[in-house]
């Protein structure tokens, strides 16, 4: 079936280590996108990709990294210099170009720092 | 000023009721804009696009205003499956969503 995967869906890491986040789609999505959402908060932009290769900070881009060597993959790092780390992470692609088309989410990750 | 605003709620209404959210966005060259729903510690899935001359889906109905950038979403004879978080999202070169507007459908 085609869709977006984000893995793990719970994570658990002690404070001081980076850690990475996967997110895969096999739905030929041009552009990518990473979300951070804390709790009774909307969905706050990290980094974005509209193509393989290129890639855009978002709104809080600090303490987090990403690369898009590949269409289907967008992982995010969230390194140690992320002030707070604890959220729910959710990726999600879209096809590029044609406007009004909709964004598709995987299931999101729920990163906890100890 | 937030790119994109919704106000957070939440909206508390009885089944049947006629409910309305409001989102204003910033940046006037958006291109496309949307309202997504979210229930609880989910992902948050398409309830509709909105296009400038307005839409409506079953009990759904969507406006968009250019002039004074803001869209809205209209439920009529809310359902209590109704309740979740219904989120404004709107696309220039990035997808930026609101903060969510929750809505509690009682009995």
């Known amino acids: 079936d085609g869709g977006i995967t984000q893995s793990p869906k719970y994570l658990f890491r002690k404070e001081g280590q980076n850690v990475t986040l996967s997110c895969e789609q096999n739905l030929n999505h041009d552009a990518m996108y990473w979300y951070r959402q804390d709790p009774g908060q909307g969905l706050r932009l990290i980094y974005y990709s509209q193509i393989v290769n290129d890639f855009q900070k978002g709104d809080i881009a600090e303490g987090y990294s990403v690369s898009r060597e590949k269409k289907e993959s967008f992982p995010l790092t969230v390194t140690s210099a992320q002030k707070n780390p604890t959220a729910f992470y959710l990726c999600?692609?879209?096809?590029?170009?044609?406007?009004?088309?909709?964004?598709?989410f995987g299931q999101g990750t729920r990163l906890t720092v100890v | 000023r937030k790119e994109v605003e919704q106000d957070p709620g939440p909206f508390n209404v009885p089944e049947g009721a006629t409910v309305a959210f409001n989102c204003t966005y910033s940046?006037?060259?958006?291109?496309?804009f949307f309202w997504y729903r979210q229930d609880c510690r989910k992902e948050p899935k398409l309830l509709m696009s909105?296009?400038?001359s307005g839409n409506e889906d079953g009990r759904f109905t969507a406006q968009l205003n250019r002039a004074s950038q803001y869209i809205s979403l209209l439920i009529r004879d809310s359902k209590l499956s109704d309740s979740a978080t219904y989120l404004c999202v709107v696309k220039g070169g990035k997808l930026i969503f609101g903060q969510g507007t929750e809505l509690s459908v009682k009995p």
């Open positions: 909105v296009y400038s």
């Open positions: 940046n006037s060259a958006s291109q496309s």
């Open positions: 999600a692609s879209r096809p590029g170009g044609a406007e009004n088309t909709e964004a598709f």
